[in-house]
């Protein structure tokens, strides 16, 4: 009777649901039942008037479940959403605040983990690893090109963009490697701190125009989005190498094409893109025979439309109102990654007045549809 009583006073936590594909490993979800009364989203949609009143948390875990407003909305009793990861930048945290809910994040998680990463990344372009991968096992490889073997790391040149946990961890890393490490941050560090690790504060300038290495390890802000662009590149070194393990719309992605392409750098690690995945090559555009269009003119032209696309906040509702009236009267949009991805209540207009022709939904949101809801009464009618 104790036992169950504890389980009744717990706090209902909300989670995207347990194993499979989108849902928290089980190992995990063992572990939050230990201290939370664990929902997922299936219950609190099946029973949402009721199971939404016990929910007082919410463990988002791979930018899942997707919180908006209608969430939030339907959790009288929200107290906390816990991020699991130290970025934040796919919630909308005014609108979260606006109903009087925190945010937490988990920034110590993978502080290891992704200085790990940044090492990785410059050893692995210095030392030319991935093309040394490709050569080694190409049966058109005779020998190796004697100037083909990269450049040294120990006693090369480090500039740090983001002297927070992480950058700090790849300080203390690269100082194994003899580095001259500079930095440039917001807040300086310490004395202490930097003589910690051999750290010297630098303007970005001459960070810039210093660093064999360049290395980002910002938070994605308005202030930091396209950081690096056509300038920050052109004051590299020719023989530089830049690294990103932050966030991919940190760096302006054309102008570092354009620097790649005409030399000004001499390579770039990328642990993040924007978008992510990158667009296709030229090379498998013409193995499927497929054109690269903007979206405007794709909706114009296509007869069906098929949506591909993770999930994030760029994504979401990503087809609405005005890009069901782009596509053809005779056209079918068909999806198959998430139910978010379409603004639903435009879908079920555009379908009523024969705006499109017809929709094939793998998934929707919620998930399942709730079963007077105007999609679920259009398919049984």
């Known amino acids: 009777m104790s036992t169950v009583m504890a389980e009744q006073d717990l706090p ?25 009364s664990v929902i997922t989203m299936k219950e609190l949609l099946e029973n949402k008037k009721e199971v939404g009143k016990k929910i007082q948390c919410i463990f988002v875990s791979e930018f899942r479940p997707t919180i908006d407003q209608e969430l939030l909305e339907s959790l009288p009793n929200l107290k906390v959403i ?8 796919h919630l909308n945290l005014k609108m979260i605040s606006n109903f009087g809910v925190r945010v937490t994040n988990t920034p110590h998680a993978v502080a290891d983990s992704t200085a790990d990463m940044g090492m990785a990344l410059m050893l692995a372009s210095a030392r030319r690893l991935v093309e040394g991968s490709q050569i080694a096992v190409s049966p058109d490889t ?3 090109a004697a100037d083909w073997l990269g450049v040294e790391v120990t006693r090369a040149t480090l ?31 310490s004395q202490e701190e930097e003589q910690a690790v051999g750290a010297c504060y630098s303007e970005m300038e001459d960070l810039l125009q210093q660093s064999d290495f360049v290395m980002l390890v910002v938070n994605l802000t308005p202030q930091t989005e396209k950081l690096i662009g056509k300038k920050e590149l052109g004051l590299m070194k020719p023989t530089a190498t830049l690294i990103n393990i932050s966030r991919g719309a940190v760096i302006d992605q054309d102008a570092l094409v354009e620097a790649l392409q005409n030399k000004t750098i001499k390579a770039a690690a990328l642990d993040v893109t924007y978008p992510e995945p990158l667009p296709r090559s030229q090379e498998e555009e013409q193995a499927v025979g497929a054109c690269y269009s903007e979206m405007e003119d794709l909706l114009q032209q296509s007869d069906f439309v098929m949506l591909v696309v993770n999930l994030t906040p ?8 005005k890009e069901l009236g782009l596509m053809k009267p005779t056209a ?38 709730p079963s007077q809801h105007d999609c679920q009464a259009r398919q049984q009618g």
């Open 332 to 369: 079918t949009l068909i999806n198959i990654s998430r139910g978010a991805v379409i603004d639903q209540d435009a879908l079920v207009e555009a379908l009523q007045n024969k705006t499109i022709k017809a929709a094939a939904l793998d998934v929707t949101y919620p998930e399942p549809l």
């Open 142 to 144: 005779n020998y190796f």
């Open 82 to 89: 816990g991020n699991s990861g130290v970025g934040v930048d």
């Open 12 to 36: 209902g936590l909300l989670i995207m649901g347990i194993g499979g594909t989108h849902g928290v490993q089980e190992s995990l979800a063992a572990l939050l039942k230990k201290h939370f």
């Open 314 to 321: 760029q994504t979401e509702k990503l087809i609405g109102k």
């Open 159 to 189: 500039g740090i963009i983001g002297m927070g946990r992480i950058g700090y961890k790849v300080a203390q890393r690269a100082r194994a490697f003899e580095m001259k490490i500079l930095y440039h941050n917001r807040n300086r560090r």
